[in-house]
Protein backbone atom coordinates (compact mmCIF):
# COMPACT_ATOMS: atom_id res chain seq x y z
CA UNK A 1 0.00 0.00 0.00
CA UNK A 2 0.87 3.63 -0.58
CA UNK A 3 2.03 5.53 2.36
CA UNK A 4 3.88 8.96 2.94
CA UNK A 5 6.14 9.79 5.94
CA UNK A 6 7.41 12.83 7.18
CA UNK A 7 10.05 11.86 9.62
CA UNK A 8 10.38 14.94 11.72
CA UNK A 9 6.60 16.22 13.95
CA UNK A 10 9.15 19.67 14.12
CA UNK A 11 12.34 20.99 13.15
CA UNK A 12 14.00 24.27 15.08
CA UNK A 13 16.50 25.68 13.12
CA UNK A 14 18.11 29.32 13.49
CA UNK A 15 17.01 32.36 11.50
CA UNK A 16 19.59 32.38 8.40
CA UNK A 17 20.48 28.79 8.39
CA UNK A 18 19.68 26.44 6.32
CA UNK A 19 16.82 23.46 6.42
CA UNK A 20 15.68 20.53 5.37
CA UNK A 21 12.45 18.72 5.39
CA UNK A 22 12.23 15.29 4.84
CA UNK A 23 9.72 13.41 3.16
CA UNK A 24 9.90 9.28 1.96
CA UNK A 25 7.05 7.81 0.21
CA UNK A 26 6.49 4.15 -0.59
CA UNK A 27 4.81 3.14 -3.53
CA UNK A 28 4.86 0.46 -6.40
CA UNK A 29 3.03 2.53 -8.80
CA UNK A 30 4.19 6.26 -10.45
CA UNK A 31 3.29 9.10 -8.25
CA UNK A 32 3.25 12.96 -8.23
CA UNK A 33 4.43 15.14 -5.33
CA UNK A 34 3.63 17.81 -3.57
CA UNK A 35 4.68 20.19 -0.92
CA UNK A 36 2.03 22.49 0.63
CA UNK A 37 2.75 25.11 3.64
CA UNK A 38 0.77 25.97 6.45
CA UNK A 39 0.68 29.01 7.88
CA UNK A 40 -0.63 29.95 11.72
CA UNK A 41 -4.26 30.32 11.93
CA UNK A 42 -4.62 29.75 7.62
CA UNK A 43 -5.50 27.22 4.91
CA UNK A 44 -2.71 24.81 2.93
CA UNK A 45 -1.07 26.70 -0.07
CA UNK A 46 1.16 24.81 -2.19
CA UNK A 47 5.03 25.53 -2.18
CA UNK A 48 6.07 23.14 -5.20
CA UNK A 49 5.05 19.60 -6.87
CA UNK A 50 7.10 17.57 -8.89
CA UNK A 51 5.21 16.28 -12.03
CA UNK A 52 7.93 15.31 -14.68
CA UNK A 53 10.71 15.98 -16.07
CA UNK A 54 14.06 18.01 -13.67
CA UNK A 55 14.23 16.37 -10.79
CA UNK A 56 14.69 19.77 -8.97
CA UNK A 57 11.77 21.58 -8.47
CA UNK A 58 11.82 25.24 -7.39
CA UNK A 59 9.05 26.94 -5.34
CA UNK A 60 7.50 30.13 -3.94
CA UNK A 61 9.54 31.73 -1.02
CA UNK A 62 12.69 30.16 -2.24
CA UNK A 63 12.40 26.43 -1.56
CA UNK A 64 13.08 23.41 -3.42
CA UNK A 65 12.78 20.10 -3.70
CA UNK A 66 14.58 16.98 -5.02
CA UNK A 67 13.17 13.69 -6.29
CA UNK A 68 15.00 11.36 -5.81
CA UNK A 69 13.18 7.67 -7.12
CA UNK A 70 15.99 5.01 -5.72
CA UNK A 71 15.21 6.24 -2.09
CA UNK A 72 11.60 7.54 -2.69
CA UNK A 73 12.58 10.51 -1.25
CA UNK A 74 11.19 13.91 -1.91
CA UNK A 75 13.38 16.43 0.57
CA UNK A 76 12.16 19.87 0.64
CA UNK A 77 15.15 22.27 1.32
CA UNK A 78 15.71 26.14 1.96
CA UNK A 79 19.88 27.50 2.21
CA UNK A 80 18.35 30.54 4.43
CA UNK A 81 15.38 30.50 6.53
CA UNK A 82 13.39 33.61 7.48
CA UNK A 83 11.21 34.32 10.73
CA UNK A 84 8.57 34.32 8.58
CA UNK A 85 8.83 30.74 7.41
CA UNK A 86 7.28 29.35 10.57
CA UNK A 87 4.83 27.23 9.28
CA UNK A 88 3.80 23.66 9.42
CA UNK A 89 4.99 21.87 5.89
CA UNK A 90 3.15 18.83 4.41
CA UNK A 91 4.39 16.62 1.89
CA UNK A 92 1.52 14.34 -0.10
CA UNK A 93 1.60 12.28 -2.96
CA UNK A 94 -0.58 11.29 -5.70
CA UNK A 95 -0.95 8.38 -7.31
CA UNK A 96 -3.58 6.10 -9.65
CA UNK A 97 -4.99 3.71 -8.11
CA UNK A 98 -5.15 -0.02 -9.41
CA UNK A 99 -8.31 -1.55 -8.08
CA UNK A 100 -10.42 1.14 -10.35
CA UNK A 101 -7.93 3.39 -12.04
CA UNK A 102 -9.13 7.28 -10.05
CA UNK A 103 -6.66 9.12 -8.39
CA UNK A 104 -5.48 9.32 -4.64
CA UNK A 105 -4.21 11.72 -2.47
CA UNK A 106 -2.21 10.84 0.48
CA UNK A 107 -0.84 13.11 3.08
CA UNK A 108 1.88 13.43 5.36
CA UNK A 109 1.62 14.04 9.14
CA UNK A 110 3.39 17.54 8.71
CA UNK A 111 6.32 18.92 10.08
CA UNK A 112 6.37 22.07 12.03
CA UNK A 113 9.43 24.54 11.24
CA UNK A 114 10.08 26.66 13.89
CA UNK A 115 12.84 29.24 13.21
CA UNK A 116 14.74 30.49 16.31
CA UNK A 117 15.77 34.33 16.35
CA UNK B 1 -11.65 36.84 -6.04
CA UNK B 2 -12.19 35.27 -2.54
CA UNK B 3 -10.72 31.76 -3.45
CA UNK B 4 -12.31 29.49 -1.10
CA UNK B 5 -14.01 30.37 1.74
CA UNK B 6 -15.67 29.14 5.25
CA UNK B 7 -18.00 29.28 7.26
CA UNK B 8 -18.16 29.44 10.19
CA UNK B 9 -14.58 30.06 11.56
CA UNK B 10 -14.95 29.08 15.18
CA UNK B 11 -17.68 26.31 16.70
CA UNK B 12 -18.27 24.84 19.98
CA UNK B 13 -21.14 22.44 20.15
CA UNK B 14 -22.66 20.27 22.85
CA UNK B 15 -22.69 16.47 22.05
CA UNK B 16 -25.36 15.35 20.14
CA UNK B 17 -26.03 18.65 18.76
CA UNK B 18 -25.90 19.36 15.13
CA UNK B 19 -24.50 21.84 13.23
CA UNK B 20 -23.35 22.72 9.13
CA UNK B 21 -20.43 23.95 7.54
CA UNK B 22 -20.44 26.10 4.71
CA UNK B 23 -17.64 25.91 1.60
CA UNK B 24 -17.97 28.51 -1.11
CA UNK B 25 -15.53 28.68 -4.03
CA UNK B 26 -15.54 31.29 -6.83
CA UNK B 27 -12.96 29.66 -8.74
CA UNK B 28 -15.55 27.66 -11.07
CA UNK B 29 -13.56 24.44 -9.68
CA UNK B 30 -15.27 20.62 -10.13
CA UNK B 31 -14.12 19.35 -7.59
CA UNK B 32 -14.18 20.32 -3.74
CA UNK B 33 -13.54 18.32 -0.77
CA UNK B 34 -14.20 18.30 3.32
CA UNK B 35 -10.88 17.22 5.22
CA UNK B 36 -10.26 17.54 9.07
CA UNK B 37 -6.86 17.84 10.37
CA UNK B 38 -5.82 16.23 13.77
CA UNK B 39 -2.66 16.71 15.11
CA UNK B 40 0.27 14.19 14.17
CA UNK B 41 -2.16 12.61 11.49
CA UNK B 42 -1.84 15.45 8.36
CA UNK B 43 -4.76 15.59 6.73
CA UNK B 44 -7.66 12.56 6.07
CA UNK B 45 -10.50 13.23 3.46
CA UNK B 46 -13.89 13.08 4.73
CA UNK B 47 -16.25 13.15 1.73
CA UNK B 48 -15.68 15.06 -1.85
CA UNK B 49 -17.27 15.86 -4.89
CA UNK B 50 -16.08 15.73 -8.33
CA UNK B 51 -18.98 17.83 -9.66
CA UNK B 52 -22.47 19.95 -8.84
CA UNK B 53 -25.44 17.58 -7.78
CA UNK B 54 -22.51 14.29 -6.89
CA UNK B 55 -20.44 13.31 -3.48
CA UNK B 56 -17.88 10.13 -2.56
CA UNK B 57 -17.20 9.30 0.46
CA UNK B 58 -13.62 9.50 1.44
CA UNK B 59 -11.36 7.74 3.75
CA UNK B 60 -13.24 8.66 7.15
CA UNK B 61 -17.19 9.58 5.91
CA UNK B 62 -18.90 8.37 9.36
CA UNK B 63 -21.06 10.72 11.32
CA UNK B 64 -20.88 13.23 8.71
CA UNK B 65 -22.58 13.71 5.11
CA UNK B 66 -22.57 16.41 2.90
CA UNK B 67 -24.29 17.76 -0.09
CA UNK B 68 -23.67 19.68 -3.39
CA UNK B 69 -26.58 21.60 -4.57
CA UNK B 70 -24.77 24.42 -6.30
CA UNK B 71 -21.21 24.05 -7.74
CA UNK B 72 -19.84 26.63 -5.89
CA UNK B 73 -21.20 25.66 -2.96
CA UNK B 74 -20.53 21.98 -0.75
CA UNK B 75 -21.50 21.09 2.47
CA UNK B 76 -21.04 19.31 5.80
CA UNK B 77 -23.38 18.32 8.01
CA UNK B 78 -22.79 16.48 11.52
CA UNK B 79 -26.22 14.55 12.68
CA UNK B 80 -25.16 14.05 16.10
CA UNK B 81 -21.94 15.75 17.12
CA UNK B 82 -19.21 13.45 18.92
CA UNK B 83 -16.13 14.82 21.14
CA UNK B 84 -14.19 12.57 18.78
CA UNK B 85 -15.00 15.16 16.09
CA UNK B 86 -13.66 17.99 17.84
CA UNK B 87 -11.11 18.76 15.17
CA UNK B 88 -9.97 21.40 12.61
CA UNK B 89 -11.89 21.54 9.29
CA UNK B 90 -10.87 22.50 5.48
CA UNK B 91 -12.39 22.70 2.67
CA UNK B 92 -10.57 22.57 -0.58
CA UNK B 93 -11.16 22.74 -4.64
CA UNK B 94 -9.49 21.58 -7.62
CA UNK B 95 -10.35 22.23 -11.43
CA UNK B 96 -9.02 18.94 -12.66
CA UNK B 97 -9.30 15.18 -11.37
CA UNK B 98 -8.68 14.24 -7.53
CA UNK B 99 -5.46 13.91 -6.41
CA UNK B 100 -4.08 14.20 -9.77
CA UNK B 101 -1.42 16.80 -11.12
CA UNK B 102 -3.93 19.67 -10.05
CA UNK B 103 -3.71 22.03 -7.45
CA UNK B 104 -5.70 21.81 -4.28
CA UNK B 105 -6.76 25.52 -2.81
CA UNK B 106 -7.74 25.36 0.69
CA UNK B 107 -10.21 27.55 2.68
CA UNK B 108 -8.95 28.75 6.19
CA UNK B 109 -10.74 26.43 8.09
CA UNK B 110 -12.81 25.59 10.86
CA UNK B 111 -12.40 25.09 14.40
CA UNK B 112 -14.50 22.52 15.87
CA UNK B 113 -14.85 21.80 19.11
CA UNK B 114 -17.49 19.46 20.45
CA UNK B 115 -17.75 18.87 24.79
Known amino acids: AQSVTQLDSQVPVFEEAPVELRCNYSSSVSVYLFWYVQYPNQGLQLLLK????STLVKGINGFEAEFNKSQTSFHLRKPSVHISDTAEYFC???????????????WGAGTKLIIKP | NAGVTQTPKFRVLKTGQSMTLLCAQD?????MYWYRQDPGMGLRLIHY???????AKGEVPDGYNVSRLKKQNFLLGLESAAPSQTSVYFCASSQQSFGSTDTQYFGPGTRLTVL
Open chain 2, 49 to 55: SVGEGTT
Open chain 1, 92 to 106: AVSFIRRRDSNYQLI
Open chain 2, 27 to 31: MNHEY
Open chain 1, 50 to 53: YLSG
